[in-house]
């Protein structure tokens, strides 16, 4: 400890917000701003031109459509430049190719609005503390899911549509509804998202503990 008895200050977590609504982006500061500094910005020019701060962004938050561009672009150009910092795309207008062009780039998606918990889940895998993955793992075993239907439930954790997750495997719609249906036969819930809901509640309980 430092001779003036105060606790060295941690170096705070950084998070850069690309968004042209100022309601949403203001709102997602609010959600991160409990987790480290936030820098706001409304357009891809904007968002490049943006200084990272020392050990770069720990996470960028991109809406899709911008006046300029889109937030994939943001993460191309940086990418391009050097700068791996994991991003998040979050949208209101969540279509296939957007969710193929992120895969990609491995970029998580979701749909807009989002909640504090969609915040808590990905800043914990950003930061390695997956407690996604324990309750995979719990829920795998107690109830004995096979890959694919644990790669599902995952996805639906991550927040990606049902929409998404069959073309997401390159599976049809029938295989999905297959696998859905053998998953909630075992775990004896009424629907994914049901399934989805139960397990997003053991992620939040194994965070508060």
């Given at each position: 400890?430092?001779?003036?008895?105060?606790?060295k200050e941690e170096s705070r977590d950084a998070f850069l917000i690309v968004d042209d609504?100022?309601?949403?982006?203001?709102?997602?500061?609010?959600?991160?701003?409990?987790?480290?500094?936030?820098?706001?910005?409304?357009?891809?020019?904007?968002?490049?031109?943006?200084?990272?701060?020392?050990?770069?962004?720990?996470?960028?938050?991109?809406?899709?459509?911008?006046?300029?561009?889109?937030?994939?672009?943001?993460?191309?150009?940086?990418?391009?430049?050097?700068?791996?910092?994991?991003?998040?795309?979050?949208?209101?207008?969540?279509?296939?190719?957007?969710?193929?062009?992120?895969?990609?780039?491995?970029?998580?998606?979701?749909?807009?609005?989002?909640?504090?918990?969609?915040?808590?889940?990905?800043?914990?895998?950003?930061?390695?503390?997956?407690?996604?993955?324990?309750?995979?793992?719990?829920?795998?075993?107690?109830?004995?899911?096979?890959?694919?239907?644990?790669?599902?439930?995952?996805?639906?954790?991550?927040?990606?549509?049902?929409?998404?997750?069959?073309?997401?495997?390159?599976?049809?719609?029938?295989?999905?509804?297959?696998?859905?249906?053998?998953?909630?036969?075992?775990?004896?819930?009424?629907?994914?998202?049901?399934?989805?809901?139960?397990?997003?509640?053991?992620?939040?309980?194994?965070?508060?503990?």
């Amino acid at each position: 400890m430092p001779r003036d008895g105060r606790a060295k200050e941690e170096s705070r977590d950084a998070f850069l917000i690309v968004d042209d609504s100022l309601t949403f982006a203001s709102s997602l500061r609010r959600l991160l701003s409990p987790y480290g500094a936030v820098t706001m910005v409304h357009s891809v020019a904007e968002a490049v031109a943006a200084p990272p701060p020392d050990g770069g962004w720990t996470a960028l938050f991109l809406d899709f459509e911008l006046p300029d561009g889109d937030g994939l672009s943001v993460v191309d150009q940086l990418r391009a430049r050097g700068e791996r910092s994991p991003a998040l795309i979050i949208t209101g207008h969540l279509q296939d190719h957007v969710a193929n062009r992120a895969f990609e780039l491995g970029v998580k998606v979701l749909a807009k609005p989002i909640g504090p918990e969609h915040v808590r889940i990905f800043l914990d895998g950003v930061r390695g503390d997956d407690a996604v993955g324990h309750v995979l793992e719990v829920w795998r075993t107690r109830y004995e899911l096979t890959a694919a239907e644990t790669s599902i439930l995952r996805d639906g954790l991550d927040g990606v549509d049902r929409g998404t997750l069959a073309q997401r495997r390159g599976i049809s719609e029938t295989t999905l509804r297959t696998h859905v249906r053998h998953m909630l036969q075992k775990t004896q819930d009424v629907s994914l998202s049901d399934a989805i809901q139960r397990a997003l509640r053991e992620v939040i309980v194994r965070k508060a503990t």
